[in-house]
């Protein structure tokens, strides 16, 4: 059960940080998953009341702070119209609409979990964090980051860049609600594909793969899907992970290039 | 901490620690149809409204509800009663344990969605499990209900 001694509503990221900086601390999202955990800890920092629930979009990216709920991203009209309502598909299998008011996206994407459909999606578009002491970097490049109890720094917002690429997402889970057994995202801009796949168990990566040189793509998307490693637990084996994701994969591609998908 | 909220429209004051979560505090105050289930954020059975969105009570900690609005059962005991009415005339309620969730995401998507049809529903009230019923006669009751509200305009 998770423990905690002192709570601190911080007045801003200098007060979150300092805080944080000390072993015993840490900042809190939404608690969906820490309330599970075994964690004591002396401080828990609250980020939620300095503005950072909000999605604001401007002319060249969106805006995603980091206490911005799970909901509010599955019904942000202009995150969804612009990539072609992938926020709503990748958020509303998880669980309900009461856990995903709760779940935040800075906890979700901060945590890198291997189960989350957030960080397939956002991998797969020109996606970058905004970290209060380590400034901007890719998610890509963030995401390959160990997740590490040292790691003190803070996830103060999500941006994502309007390039112009249109995308597409998909999952398979072996009951409603549950975790997802695979998760694939794809997005094409010109004649590059971007390609995340998500819960091989592990967490999401992404692979960039041109169009020039394959016949099909059955043989693109078969290509993408042997660039990942794949694991086995008790969702699925790593073999039948590596044929789904071959399948999702080129059903996305022909889904975004308004081919009829085919079945099989 | 002390902390001061409003719980289905009435001030309340609290000392609570820290890692207290909202599920323990409102039953504390009396308000016992908020039920604990799963614990692992899955079953919907402690849903309460905070600000008038459906969120888990055993997923918020108590100190962040300061100076919010807290709504549960108790606090739409009409509402609920007009819903329970049809969920009972089909057999929707059965055992009865998963029933104060389930009528307040029902009433929360009431709120939020204009003329959902089934698909939508059953989307929305995916995250409110029930071990009796089947979820069949649930959704007839919703449909019943929504029919009612809507003339003869539901779509589900």
Same mark, same amino acid.
């Given at each position: *059960?998770?423990?905690?001694? &002192?709570?601190?509503?911080? &007045?801003?990221?200098?007060?979150?940080?300092?805080?944080?900086?000390?072993?015993?601390?840490?900042?809190?999202?939404? *608690?969906?998953?820490?309330k599970m955990t075994n964690v004591t800890k002396r401080t828990?920092?609250?980020?939620?009341?300095?503005?950072?629930?909000?999605?604001?979009?401007?002319?060249?990216?969106?805006?995603?702070?980091?206490?911005?709920?799970?909901?509010?991203?599955?019904?942000?009209?202009?995150?969804?119209?612009?990539?072609?309502?992938?926020?709503?598909?990748? !958020?509303?299998?998880?669980?309900?609409?009461?856990?995903?008011?709760?779940?935040?996206?800075?906890?979700?994407?901060?945590?890198?979990?291997?189960?989350?459909?957030?960080?397939?999606?956002?991998?797969?578009?020109?996606?970058?964090?905004?970290?209060?002491?380590?400034?901007? *970097?890719?998610?890509?490049?963030?995401?390959?980051?160990?997740?590490?109890?040292? &790691?003190? &720094?803070?996830?103060?917002?999500?941006?994502?860049?309007?390039?112009?690429?249109?995308?597409?997402?998909?999952?398979?889970?072996?009951?409603?609600?549950?975790?997802?057994?695979?998760?694939?995202?794809?997005?094409?801009?010109?004649g590059n594909w971007y390609v995340a796949v998500g819960a091989?168990?592990?967490?999401?990566?992404?692979?960039?793969? !041109?169009?020039?040189?394959?016949?099909?793509?059955?043989?693109?998307?078969?290509?993408?899907?042997?660039?990942?490693?794949?694991?086995?637990?008790?969702?699925?084996?790593?073999?039948?992970?590596?044929?789904?994701?071959?399948?999702?994969?080129?059903?996305?591609?022909?889904?975004? !290039?308004?081919?009829?998908?085919?079945?099989? | 901490?002390?902390?001061?909220?409003?719980? /289905?429209?009435? /001030?309340?004051?609290?000392?609570?620690?820290?890692?207290?979560?909202?599920?323990?505090?409102?039953?504390?105050?009396?308000?016992?149809?908020?039920?604990?289930?799963?614990?692992?954020?899955?079953?919907?059975?402690?849903?309460?409204?905070?600000?008038?969105?459906?969120?888990?009570?055993?997923?918020?900690? $108590?100190?962040?509800?300061?100076?919010?609005?807290?709504?549960?059962?108790?606090?739409?005991?009409?509402?609920?009663?007009?819903?329970?009415?049809?969920?009972?005339?089909?057999?929707?309620?059965?055992?009865?344990?998963?029933?104060?969730?389930?009528?307040? /995401?029902?009433? $929360?998507?009431?709120?939020?969605?204009?003329?959902?049809?089934?698909?939508?529903?059953?989307?929305?009230?995916?995250?409110?499990?029930?071990?009796?019923?089947?979820?069949?006669?649930?959704?007839? $009751?919703?449909?019943?209900?929504?029919?009612?509200? /809507?003339?003869?305009?539901?779509?589900?």
């Amino acid at each position: *059960m998770f423990r905690a001694e &002192d709570y601190v509503k911080v &007045d801003s990221l200098a007060e979150a940080y300092e805080l944080c900086q000390k072993r015993s601390s840490l900042v809190v999202g939404g *608690m969906v998953w820490l309330k599970m955990t075994n964690v004591t800890k002396r401080t828990i920092v609250d980020l939620s009341g300095l503005g950072l629930d909000q999605i604001e979009e401007t002319g060249e990216e969106f805006r995603i702070g980091c206490m911005s709920t799970l909901r509010q991203i599955e019904t942000h009209q202009g995150l969804n119209q612009y990539f072609g309502g992938i926020f709503r598909e990748c !958020t509303r299998h998880i669980v309900g609409v009461q856990m995903r008011n709760c779940a935040t996206v800075g906890g979700s994407i901060y945590s890198r979990f291997g189960f989350s459909d957030i960080l397939t999606c956002m991998m797969a578009l020109d996606t970058y964090v905004e970290l209060y002491h380590g400034g901007i *970097m890719p998610l890509s490049e963030f995401a390959k980051r160990p997740v590490r109890r040292d &790691d003190k &720094d803070i996830l103060v917002r999500v941006i994502i860049k309007k390039d112009g690429r249109k995308a597409a997402y998909t999952t398979q889970r072996n009951s409603s609600t549950d975790f997802p057994l695979l998760a694939c995202c794809v997005s094409r801009r010109g004649g590059n594909w971007y390609v995340a796949v998500g819960a091989r168990p592990s967490k999401a990566q992404v692979v960039t793969i !041109t169009d020039d040189g394959y016949d099909s793509l059955a043989q693109l998307a078969r290509e993408a899907a042997d660039s990942f490693t794949y694991g086995t637990n008790t969702r699925g084996s790593s073999r039948y992970r590596r044929q789904l994701a071959s399948v999702y994969i080129r059903r996305l591609m022909e889904r975004l !290039t308004g081919r009829s998908v085919t079945i099989g | 901490m002390n902390i001061q909220f409003r719980l /289905n429209g009435k /001030n309340v004051q609290a000392d609570v620690k820290p890692d207290v979560i909202l599920l323990d505090l409102v039953r504390e105050l009396g308000c016992y149809s908020v039920k604990r289930g799963c614990e692992t954020a899955n079953c919907g059975l402690c849903t309460v409204w905070l600000d008038g969105k459906p969120v888990l009570s055993c997923s918020t900690l $108590a100190v962040r509800v300061d100076g919010r609005h807290v709504t549960t059962l108790e606090g739409l005991q009409k509402e609920a009663e007009e819903f329970g009415m049809f969920l009972a005339a089909e057999g929707g309620e059965q055992c009865g344990f998963c029933s104060p969730g389930f009528i307040m /995401n029902v009433l $929360a998507m009431e709120k939020e969605l204009d003329h959902p049809d089934e698909d939508e529903v059953r989307e929305y009230l995916s995250g409110n499990l029930c071990r009796c019923s089947g979820y069949m006669s649930q959704l007839r $009751a919703v449909k019943q209900y929504l029919d009612r509200k /809507n003339g003869v305009g539901g779509n589900v």
